[in-house]
T-cell receptor, first 110, second 113 residues
Framework: LAKTTQPISMDSYEGQEVNITCSHN???????ITWYQQFPSQGPRFIIQ???TKVTNEVASLFIPADRKSSTLSLPRVSLSDTAVYYC???????????FGTGTRLKVLA | EAQVTQNPRYLITVTGKKLTVTCSQN?????MSWYRQDPGLGLRQIYY???????DKGDVPEGYKVSRKEKRNFPLILESPSPNQTSLYFC????????????FGEGSRLTVL
């Protein structure tokens, strides 16, 4: 499975767009990319998943370049409640092992 | 309400005293798995199960056992807990194990003295 690398932490202000990039240089052809959000003392929660190009849902966008060696989670107009740890996960279709990285701790300031 | 339920949420025990952390999901998911979370190490997979009676090791299975006798339940067993198993444990389930869309429980914080 591809190992992922993310920045350890980021700070932002309310109302700004936040982009968190994940590096997965060894991603294989069948691998997909998933992002999770985790609040203190809670289990991670699914945000978005993608395979290539761009995926958008009601809470975030996921940008994946053509070489798929990285991906960027974009959170539009963050609020204080978006303060959390964000994990990038690369999972291989057809397997059942998941390797989470150490995550990015996002702090949104007023 | 669709959920993954873990029990106990908090437990303090002593070295060598067998314990079981239960996990139950009500979404008829085929796939279930256990993770431990430690500061600076993120989430690490312990065991997973693709369906009833089908389990396999994750990245850190040493010291743990699991069973999957029913589709909804996936208990984590620590036969002889040691202090290095002090951690925050999460159970997760997914409709299909290879989609990556995991639903997590609220976590079980275990302290082994």
């Amino acid at each position: 499975l591809a190992k992922t690398t993310q920045p350890i932490s980021m700070d932002s202000y309310e109302g700004q767009e936040v982009n968190i990039t994940c590096s997965h240089n060894n991603i294989a052809t069948n691998d997909y990319i998933t992002w999770y959000q985790q609040f203190p003392s809670q289990g991670p929660r699914f945000i978005i998943q993608g395979y290539k190009t761009k995926v958008t849902n009601e809470v975030a966008s996921l940008f994946i370049p053509a070489d798929r060696k990285s991906s960027t989670l974009s959170l539009p107009r963050v609020s204080l409640s978006d303060t959390a740890v964000y994990y990038c996960l690369v999972g291989e279709s057809g397997t059942y092992k998941y390797i989470f990285g150490t995550g990015t701790r996002l702090k949104v300031l007023a | 309400e669709a959920q993954v339920t873990q029990n106990p949420r908090y437990l303090i025990t002593v070295t060598g005293k067998k314990l079981t952390v239960t996990c139950s999901q009500n979404m008829n998911h085929e796939y279930m798995s256990w993770y431990r979370q430690d500061p600076g190490l993120g989430l690490r997979q312990i065991y997973y199960s693709m369906n009833v009676e089908v389990t396999d090791k994750g990245d850190v299975p040493e010291g743990y056992k699991v069973s999957r006798k029913e589709k909804r339940n996936f208990p984590l067993i620590l036969e002889s807990p040691s202090p290095n198993q002090t951690s925050l444990y999460f159970c997760a389930s997914s409709l299909q194990g290879d989609t990556g869309e995991l639903f997590f429980g609220e976590g079980s914080r275990l302290t082994v003295l």
